[in-house]
Nanobody, 115 residues
Framework: QVQVVESGGGLVQAGGSLRLSCAASGFNFNANTMGWYRQAPGKQRELVVAITSGGRTNYADSVKGRFTISRDNAKNTVYLQMNSLKPEDTAVYYC?????????WGQGTQVTVSS
């Protein structure tokens, strides 16, 4: 059984930073692409960034230069460092265990950026 748990969300002022964590288990973590997605109220879920097993990354244009994904295979954990946060980054952030959102989802963690 796959378990995916996001953490690290919270309330932050515009321009601030947050670091999200995704702890995943129940599959071969080292072999999987992992991704961060977000969903704002009334909107569809969208890709933020993905990272392959080899460390290749794909960022949404809206977060390039501000967000950084990393993975620690020894800890079965993926991180999302979010800097220079904007109010439009406000959303529930979800972790997925496969490419293009094809894997298992976590419960999400709320990120709220105030102006």
């Amino acid at each position: 059984q796959v378990q995916v748990v996001e953490s690290g969300g919270g309330l932050v002022q515009a321009g601030g930073s947050l670091r999200l964590s995704c702890a995943a288990s129940g599959f071969n973590f080292n072999a999987n692409t992992m991704g961060w997605y977000r969903q704002a109220p009334g909107k569809q879920r969208e890709l933020v960034v993905a990272i392959t097993s080899g460390g290749r990354t794909n960022y949404a244009d809206s977060v390039k230069g501000r967000f950084t994904i990393s993975r620690d295979n020894a800890k079965n954990t993926v991180y999302l460092q979010m800097n220079s946060l904007k109010p439009e980054d406000t959303a529930v952030y979800y972790c997925n265990t496969g490419p293009y959102g094809s894997g298992s989802w976590g419960q999400g963690t709320q990120v709220t950026v105030s102006s």
